[in-house]
């Protein structure tokens, strides 16, 4: 084997082995490093105003919703790890299945339709009926369209690895479940 084909090999490896790491690093990290930006007061200042503004907005919605949902188990007497369980057994699949009998349907009338297509995509060890009254509450059907309209927009550009968003949902309802804790203990 002549020295040039030896150097070739070694960098072929190095590539592998740098891109390997990279990608096991990316799997573990990530989702903790975005949960943590979510989660955070205030964005970097580097930022143009506008992309700084989008971020607020979504890290505002994102906030307010997990401190909702784990309000919302708690007065269903529903445990985080009953929700983390759940959230476990989703696949891509049955987010998929979902999301396409979702747009099926076409015109959503009533959060109830996709509050009962959930309910028959991801079955639960819970009374998930407990939860129906506050997603009437929370979710019209505007804001549902909207988020059927994002998730296809996630799932037709592959913007986000399925799993990854998963993580980063656990470690962001994981988080205000603290917060609720230290606020209840403090209270």
Known sequence: MSMISKKIILVIVILATITLIGYVLYKQYAPTIIANELLKETEPAFLPKKISEKIKKVKTQ????????????????????????????????????????????????????????????????FDVELLREPFRKKADVHVLQKAIQKANEYRNNNLIDFETAKAIVKRVLTEKEKEFNQHIESN
Do not use: Y
């Open 62 to 125: 994102t906030n307010q919703l997990s401190k909702d949902v784990i309000k919302d188990i708690h007065a269903s007497n529903i445990t985080l790890d009953q929700l983390l369980k759940a959230i476990d057994e989703v696949t891509e699949n049955k987010a998929n299945l979902l999301l396409d009998d979702l747009n099926r349907l076409g015109e959503i009338k009533s959060s109830d339709q996709v509050f009962d297509l959930a309910k028959k995509h991801f079955p639960v060890d």
